[in-house]
């Protein structure tokens, strides 16, 4: 079955870059998407077809996909980033896959 | 702008069957644009796809629980359904429904969550 591998815990200090990754097998063959989740919300896309961002979504927030690692890139990363982010992709076999998740906390 | 609130029960006993419901607003089931599913999450764990329907028919469903579950889409009320057969705790969690995009798979719409604990 496929799976994507996220890091568990990512740290980043308000206005630094912070960089999420989510590895998977020849995951850049296929389109990736991130979910941002507060405690006690739904998830929001944040991230679609790799690199596109949603209306509403902050343009801080960037995405990118290739060879077997994708990206969600937070630029000048506040206070209000902190979440939960998991990404998800698509495969013939298992159809939808999410990575376990990668708590983001802004120190 | 598409809305989703789900509905059904929480709890459930052990060994019996999870029903939940969707009832879908600001936009008509019937659309070829979108797939219609569930996600689920454990307390304090990460989200795990459950399965999806397209009005037509066609319907994916997670491979570790396909012999349990069954997805079906109720044109009329505008409403999509979820059923999980003998439930165990480790079924315990929040019910996501959600609208999938047809082209990309990306999750462009949630519902709020229910959660739904497996219990005697």
């Known amino acids: 079955s496929y799976e994507l591998t996220q890091p568990p815990s990512v740290s980043v200090s308000p206005g630094q870059t912070a960089s999420i990754t989510c590895s998977g097998d020849?995951?850049?063959?296929?389109?990736a998407c991130w979910y941002q989740q507060k405690p006690g919300q739904s998830p929001v896309l944040v991230i679609y077809?790799?690199?596109k961002r949603p209306s509403g979504i902050p343009e801080r927030f960037s995405g990118s996909n290739s060879g077997n690692t994708a990206t969600l890139t937070i630029s000048g990363t506040q206070a209000m980033d902190e979440a939960d982010f998991y990404c998800?992709?698509?495969?013939?076999?298992?159809?939808?896959?999410f990575g376990g998740g990668t708590k983001l906390t802004v120190l | 702008q598409l809305q989703l609130q789900e509905s059904g029960p929480g709890l459930v006993k052990p060994s019996e069957t999870l029903s939940l419901t969707c009832t879908v607003s600001?936009?008509?089931?019937?659309?070829?644009?979108?797939?219609w599913g569930w996600i689920r999450q454990p307390p304090g764990k990460g989200l795990e796809w459950i399965g999806s329907?397209?009005?037509?028919?066609?319907?994916y469903y997670n491979p570790s629980l396909k012999s349990r579950v069954t997805i079906s889409v109720d044109t009329s009320n505008n409403q999509f359904s979820l059923k999980l057969n003998s439930v165990t705790a480790a079924d315990t969690a929040v019910y996501y429904c959600?609208?999938?995009?047809?082209?990309?798979?990306?999750?462009?719409?949630w519902g709020q969550g229910t959660l739904v604990t497996v219990s005697s």
């Open positions: 959600a609208v999938t995009n047809q082209g990309d798979m990306a999750t462009t719409f």
């Open positions: 600001g936009g008509s089931i019937s659309s070829s644009t979108y797939y």
């Open positions: 329907i397209y009005y037509r028919g066609r319907i």
């Open positions: 020849k995951l850049g063959d296929k389109y």
């Open positions: 077809q790799d690199n």
């Open positions: 998800q992709a698509w495969d013939s076999s298992t159809y939808v896959v």
